[in-house]
């Protein structure tokens, strides 16, 4: 039996990495404009950094990690997420010395034991966000700009929503869990199985439940803007009017508490209704406490990660793949061994050529230009090497003129666009 990939993993293919690859140049160029750097960081760390860090009682840290033990007996992860990661570094290589805030991105594949569906992988890709050791609310709007900014370069931004909310902090969050799971006891009766573990676990999560039966319920639960403290009500209020300064629009989603346990204060989606079930095509938010948490500074943080399968799913294949300028033909030995030196020659300057060996027939050649989707052929046989021509063949209008052999190289730059 042949060996396929594993389930809930896929390849990207040549035809579509031209889109994968837009897409990361361009989150660089607009994550570099806002002063971000890129951090590369291991795909596997100890297990108890992200049981500490995205918290023990999380769906991701009790169903959804690929832990494995070492040869030496300790227990690994593949990362989940990058957030913990990113602070693993940040205080492992006392990065906190820098200039607050410290900007740093990264892009890389994540792993998640959950269902495969459609937009929903088991290892799955992200650009991911964080901006470090500033709690000031104007930097919370000013990564959210960032995130919409990335996707306005790419022409998406219509197609998003931007949802935000406040999930309070350690001074207001307690008196309103207190609340809540009251209130989802008196209702157990009308809640899922799921709903009942979560209120004893992690209640603010059965807010997050999709199922129509838990609807009625959820929806007359207390609100836990009600509760927020003076202190984040006012930093909610100033990151809204941040965002309304520089034309964002926004809805606040209520619900929208995320599956980590480090978020404090502001949290924010872009989701989308063009990838049916998985609308969620971006999500981060505050996470003030977390570095000192993984034993760092008392330092405050923010940041977001991007999927970018979905981001490809929704561009869909508007990048087109870059085809070769001409495909060189040589007929013969000779022609050949002439034309490889131009081929390095033009390569060199960038501008991407393909070339026959010597060994197929003109039509087969030319069948074989057809199907790579060149522009030109250039045709040499013994004949033209005798005059030291080559024969430019326009592939669509099949016009053939003569090149002096000496100047094929300027020509073929000229055809790329590096005259
Ligand atoms: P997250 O919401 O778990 O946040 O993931 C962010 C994005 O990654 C999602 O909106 C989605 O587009 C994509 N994603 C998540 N799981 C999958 C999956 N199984 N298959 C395909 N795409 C997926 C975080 O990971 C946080 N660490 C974000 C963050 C950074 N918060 C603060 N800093």
Redesign the pocket.
């Known amino acids: 039996m042949t060996i396929k990939a594993v389930r809930g993993v896929h390849d990207i293919l040549p035809v579509e990495a031209a889109t994968w690859q837009h897409v990361e140049a361009t989150a660089r160029r607009v994550f570099e404009a806002y002063g971000y750097r890129e951090i590369r960081l291991p795909i596997f760390e100890r297990t108890e950094l992200f049981a500490r860090g995205i918290g023990e009682v999380t769906d991701i840290v009790q169903k959804e990690m690929y832990t494995f033990v070492d040869r030496t007996g300790e227990s690994l992860t593949l990362r989940p997420?990058?957030?913990a990661s990113k602070l693993r570094a940040y205080i492992e290589h006392g990065l906190h010395v820098q200039p607050k805030p410290v900007r740093l991105y990264t892009v890389g594949p994540?792993f998640?034991y959950?269902r495969p569906q459609a937009?929903?992988?088991?290892q799955?890709h992200?650009l991911?966000?964080?901006a470090l050791g500033e709690q000031h609310p104007a930097l919370d709007a000013e990564v959210i700009a960032m995130l919409i900014d990335f996707f306005k370069a790419l022409g998406l931004a219509d197609r998003l929503q931007l949802e935000l909310n406040s999930i309070g902090d350690a001074a207001c969050r307690p008196q309103y869990r207190e609340r809540l799971v009251a209130y989802l006891r008196a209702h157990a009766a009308r809640l899922c199985e799921e709903c009942h573990e979560r209120t004893e676990k992690n209640p603010l999560r059965v807010l997050d439940c999709k199922k129509a039966e838990c609807r009625p319920v959820l929806d007359g639960a207390p609100a836990l803007a009600d509760f927020l403290c003076e202190a984040c009500a006012d930093h909610f209020a100033r990151v809204r009017r941040y965002l309304e300064a520089m034309g964002l629009a926004y809805v606040i989603n209520p619900r929208l508490v995320?599956?980590?346990d480090y978020y404090v204060r502001t949290t924010f989606?872009l989701t989308t209704t063009h990838l049916g079930a998985?609308n969620?095509?971006?999500?981060?938010?505050r996470?003030d406490g977390l570095i000192e948490l993984l034993e760092g500074p008392p330092e405050a943080g923010?940041?977001?990660?991007?999927?970018m399968?979905?981001v490809v799913l929704l561009l869909g294949s508007t990048v087109e793949t870059p085809k070769p300028v001409a495909l060189l033909i040589p007929l013969g030995e000779a022609a050949l061994a002439r034309l490889l030196p131009v081929a390095q020659a033009v390569r060199a300057r960038g501008v991407p050529v393909d070339l026959g060996y010597g060994q197929r027939k003109l039509r087969a050649e030319l069948e074989r230009a057809n199907k790579l989707g060149v522009a030109h052929a250039v045709i040499v046989g013994d004949a033209e090497l005798e005059r030291g021509e080559a024969i430019v063949r326009e592939m669509k209008a099949g016009a053939q003129r003569t090149v002096p052999l000496a100047d094929l190289a300027a020509e073929l730059c000229v055809l790329g666009g590096r005259a």
Do not use: L, P, S, W
Request: glycine residues 20%; without cysteine; charged residues 30%.
């Open positions: 997420e990058a957030t994540m998640r959950e937009g929903r992988y088991r799955f992200q991911n966000v964080e995320r599956g980590f989606e998985q969620a095509v971006a999500g981060g938010g996470y923010i940041g977001f990660a991007i999927g399968e979905r």
